[in-house]
Antibody
């Protein structure tokens, strides 16, 4: 069965970077785009970007351009999202989601809470 | 790319129907037949309920239906049940550069 398992919660100081992993299993990792979506406390879903695990090609939301980097390691079927120059308003749950088709995230990770606090 | 506009909240009694709107532009909702709807319970990951405007994934009750007219998509929940109380988000494809945009979210309350 398809599973996306994310890395554990993180606490970071302002200005630091965080790297969240998303390990995929149960399907061909290179066959589906992987998206990253975040949700601040009490707020809505916010799309951050996506990666094509086959080519490594990425699209990032304009808001995160220059601060986010999405990569993958096909040998271990894992996608990564690194966010740099963290601020307090980056405190959120970060999700990875497999894209079956446009805007169709059929499988989601369990979420990773990133807390940015001094 | 601005978030799609949804009502903040809707409510209904058990057995009733509720409809949630999702308004965008001709660059997203109106331009493509790629609108999805997600249900999210507190502390849980979003769950896909509708994709490609009106298709239901396997396992989603047929009480959930989707439609679109112009720049506005809609999700209708018929025969409302207690377990339908959750937040709902629409999502639309918005072109190859910024592939998707979410709605602002709607809280559904079962009275």
């Amino acid at each position: 069965q398809v599973q996306l398992v994310q890395s554990g919660a993180e606490v970071k100081k302002p200005g630091a970077s965080v790297k969240v992993s998303c390990k995929a299993s149960g399907y061909t990792f290179t066959g589906y785009y992987m998206h990253w979506v975040r949700q601040a406390p009490g707020q809505g879903l916010e799309w951050m970007g996506r990666i094509n695990p086959n080519s490594g090609g990425t699209n990032y939301a304009q808001k995160f351009q220059g601060r986010v980097t999405m990569t993958r390691d096909t040998s271990i079927s894992t996608a990564y999202m690194e966010l740099s120059r963290l601020r307090s308003d980056d405190t959120a749950v970060y999700y990875c989601a497999r894209e079956e088709n446009y805007c169709t995230g059929d499988y989601w990770g369990q979420g990773t809470l990133v807390t940015v606090s001094s | 790319q601005s978030a799609l506009t949804q009502p903040r909240s809707v409510s209904g009694s058990p057995g009733q129907s509720v409809t949630i709107s999702c308004t965008g532009t001709s660059s997203d909702v109106g331009g493509y037949n790629y609108v999805s709807w997600y249900q999210q319970h507190p502390g849980k990951a979003p769950k896909l309920m509708i994709y490609d405007v009106s298709k239901r994934p396997s396992g989603v009750p047929d009480r959930f239906s989707g439609s679109k007219s112009g720049n506005t998509a809609s999700l209708t929940i018929s025969g409302l049940q207690a377990e339908d109380e959750a937040d709902y988000y629409c999502c639309s494809y918005a072109g190859s550069y910024t592939p998707l945009v979410f709605g602002t979210g709607t809280k559904v309350t079962v009275l």
